[in-house]
């Protein structure tokens, strides 16, 4: 894998684990009135910048599919349910419960696989 897709998947990562902390941050705002909650989520800095690390998201995932094979592109992918899961428990204090901290390893293990025959 060249320095450049390697560039790409890690800012990918990035953007992608910021986007979901971003939507998380968004909506644990609390309202008695659903529709007063929404119009508040709606209206926070948070959802903004969610949205727009997804759009810069899906063109960094175009500019790596462009690099790489589609079946090796999707399984380095994977590694962003782990980071977005440490990110979650260290921003939102989210249990991690042996089994999933096992999946952690287990895909983390998979994409070192990948990535390392790339």
């Given amino acids: 894998m060249s320095n450049l897709a390697i560039l790409v998947w890690v800012l990918n990562i990035i953007v992608d684990t910021t986007g979901h902390m971003a939507f998380k941050h968004a909506a644990i705002i609390e309202h ?4 007063h909650r929404w119009k508040m989520m709606l209206s926070s ?42 990110a979650g428990r260290l921003v939102f204090h989210e249990l991690l419960d042996p089994m999933r901290i096992l999946g952690m ?7 070192g696989l990948v990535g390392g025959f790339a």
Avoid: D, Q, R, Y
């Fill in 105 to 111: 390893l287990l895909i983390t293990l998979g994409v």
């Fill in 45 to 86: 800095m948070p959802i903004w910048i969610g949205i727009l690390c997804f759009c810069l998201e899906f063109a960094l995932w175009l500019v790596l599919l462009s690099m790489l094979p589609l079946s090796t592109g999707v399984l380095l992918g994977a590694i962003n349910m782990v980071s977005i899961m440490v």
């Fill in 32 to 35: 008695e009135n659903e529709w």
